[in-house]
Protein backbone atom coordinates (compact mmCIF):
# COMPACT_ATOMS: atom_id res chain seq x y z
CA UNK A 1 0.00 0.00 0.00
CA UNK A 2 1.27 3.29 -1.00
CA UNK A 3 2.22 5.77 1.90
CA UNK A 4 0.68 9.23 1.35
CA UNK A 5 1.11 12.38 3.22
CA UNK A 6 -0.57 15.48 3.01
CA UNK A 7 0.64 18.95 1.42
CA UNK A 8 2.13 21.52 3.54
CA UNK A 9 1.75 25.49 2.06
CA UNK A 10 5.30 24.96 0.11
CA UNK A 11 4.07 21.91 -1.89
CA UNK A 12 1.53 23.92 -3.12
CA UNK A 13 3.87 26.83 -4.13
CA UNK A 14 5.40 24.21 -5.82
CA UNK A 15 2.54 23.17 -7.85
CA UNK A 16 2.00 26.64 -8.60
CA UNK A 17 5.72 27.22 -10.44
CA UNK A 18 4.74 23.88 -12.53
CA UNK A 19 1.78 26.15 -12.95
CA UNK A 20 3.07 29.27 -14.14
CA UNK A 21 6.20 27.57 -15.98
CA UNK A 22 3.53 25.63 -18.50
CA UNK A 23 0.65 28.80 -18.91
CA UNK A 24 3.88 30.90 -19.93
CA UNK A 25 5.10 28.98 -22.50
CA UNK A 26 1.95 26.58 -23.60
CA UNK A 27 2.28 25.46 -27.15
CA UNK A 28 0.03 23.25 -28.72
CA UNK A 29 1.77 20.32 -30.12
CA UNK A 30 5.18 21.02 -28.39
CA UNK A 31 4.67 21.84 -24.43
CA UNK A 32 1.59 20.82 -22.43
CA UNK A 33 3.51 19.74 -19.30
CA UNK A 34 5.08 21.47 -16.75
CA UNK A 35 7.40 20.35 -13.70
CA UNK A 36 8.59 22.14 -10.91
CA UNK A 37 11.88 20.61 -8.48
CA UNK A 38 12.31 22.15 -4.58
CA UNK A 39 15.74 21.42 -3.89
CA UNK A 40 17.10 20.50 -0.21
CA UNK A 41 18.36 24.02 -0.44
CA UNK A 42 15.19 25.10 -1.23
CA UNK A 43 15.48 26.63 -4.26
CA UNK A 44 12.79 25.99 -7.14
CA UNK A 45 13.44 24.74 -10.37
CA UNK A 46 10.47 24.82 -13.14
CA UNK A 47 10.50 23.99 -16.87
CA UNK A 48 8.09 22.74 -19.57
CA UNK A 49 8.46 18.57 -21.16
CA UNK A 50 9.85 19.05 -25.16
CA UNK A 51 7.96 17.26 -27.34
CA UNK A 52 8.74 15.93 -30.40
CA UNK A 53 7.38 14.40 -33.60
CA UNK A 54 9.23 11.19 -32.67
CA UNK A 55 7.16 10.43 -29.18
CA UNK A 56 10.27 8.01 -27.90
CA UNK A 57 12.91 11.22 -28.22
CA UNK A 58 10.36 13.57 -26.14
CA UNK A 59 11.67 15.10 -22.89
CA UNK A 60 9.23 14.91 -20.05
CA UNK A 61 9.02 18.00 -17.61
CA UNK A 62 10.14 16.12 -15.06
CA UNK A 63 13.93 15.42 -16.70
CA UNK A 64 14.00 19.40 -17.76
CA UNK A 65 13.48 20.36 -14.46
CA UNK A 66 15.67 18.40 -12.25
CA UNK A 67 18.61 18.37 -15.50
CA UNK A 68 17.75 22.59 -15.02
CA UNK A 69 18.57 22.42 -11.49
CA UNK A 70 21.71 19.98 -11.56
CA UNK A 71 23.49 22.14 -14.19
CA UNK A 72 22.42 24.87 -12.15
CA UNK A 73 24.79 22.83 -9.10
CA UNK A 74 21.81 22.00 -7.44
CA UNK A 75 22.05 18.18 -7.03
CA UNK A 76 19.83 17.08 -4.03
CA UNK A 77 16.02 16.87 -4.53
CA UNK A 78 13.11 17.60 -1.47
CA UNK A 79 10.07 17.71 -4.03
CA UNK A 80 8.86 17.26 -7.50
CA UNK A 81 5.22 18.10 -9.08
CA UNK A 82 4.25 17.84 -12.85
CA UNK A 83 0.89 19.99 -14.36
CA UNK A 84 -1.20 19.14 -17.29
CA UNK A 85 -2.54 22.24 -19.53
CA UNK A 86 -5.34 21.88 -21.15
CA UNK A 87 -5.19 21.78 -24.69
CA UNK A 88 -7.64 23.86 -27.00
CA UNK A 89 -9.62 21.63 -27.80
CA UNK A 90 -10.51 20.19 -23.68
CA UNK A 91 -13.47 21.74 -21.71
CA UNK A 92 -11.04 22.35 -18.99
CA UNK A 93 -9.56 25.92 -17.84
CA UNK A 94 -6.93 24.66 -15.24
CA UNK A 95 -3.88 22.21 -15.27
CA UNK A 96 -4.18 19.43 -12.89
CA UNK A 97 -1.24 17.39 -10.88
CA UNK A 98 -0.01 14.56 -13.30
CA UNK A 99 1.73 11.47 -11.76
CA UNK A 100 5.77 10.89 -13.14
CA UNK A 101 5.76 8.06 -16.63
CA UNK A 102 7.70 5.10 -15.46
CA UNK A 103 10.69 6.81 -16.90
CA UNK A 104 10.68 9.36 -14.81
CA UNK A 105 10.40 7.64 -11.90
CA UNK A 106 13.65 5.76 -12.68
CA UNK A 107 15.15 8.81 -13.35
CA UNK A 108 13.71 10.91 -9.59
CA UNK A 109 14.75 7.82 -8.12
CA UNK A 110 18.25 7.54 -9.80
CA UNK A 111 18.67 11.30 -8.62
CA UNK A 112 17.19 11.53 -5.12
CA UNK A 113 15.40 8.27 -3.50
CA UNK A 114 14.37 10.35 -0.56
CA UNK A 115 12.59 12.43 -3.21
CA UNK A 116 9.07 12.99 -2.27
CA UNK A 117 6.43 13.65 -5.40
CA UNK A 118 3.21 15.37 -5.61
CA UNK A 119 0.13 13.20 -6.93
CA UNK A 120 -3.39 12.86 -7.29
CA UNK A 121 -4.03 9.90 -5.27
CA UNK A 122 -7.85 8.66 -4.48
CA UNK A 123 -9.24 12.25 -5.82
CA UNK A 124 -6.48 13.52 -3.50
CA UNK A 125 -3.43 15.75 -3.60
CA UNK A 126 -0.66 13.97 -1.70
CA UNK A 127 2.98 13.62 -1.75
CA UNK A 128 4.80 9.96 -1.57
CA UNK A 129 8.18 9.35 -1.15
CA UNK A 130 9.18 8.22 -5.30
CA UNK A 131 10.43 4.64 -4.06
CA UNK A 132 6.72 4.25 -3.42
CA UNK A 133 6.09 4.59 -6.90
CA UNK A 134 8.68 2.26 -8.12
CA UNK A 135 8.97 -1.03 -6.38
CA UNK A 136 11.54 -3.36 -6.64
CA UNK A 137 13.72 -0.44 -8.59
CA UNK A 138 16.50 -1.92 -11.07
CA UNK A 139 19.60 -1.06 -9.29
CA UNK A 140 23.05 -1.67 -10.28
CA UNK A 141 24.43 -0.96 -6.99
CA UNK A 142 25.26 -3.96 -4.82
CA UNK A 143 22.99 -3.78 -1.70
Known sequence: MLKVRSLENQDFELIQEAEKV??????????????????????????VHVEANVGRITVCGEAMAIGKSISEGDH??????????????????????????G????????????????ITYNGELVKC???????????????
Open 76 to 101: EFDTIVAVAHPHPHENMEKCWVVAPC
Open 103 to 118: MCRELISDYGKDTDVI
Open 129 to 143: NVMGLLPEKYTSELE
Open 22 to 47: IEKNYRYGRHHIGSAVRTASGKVYAA
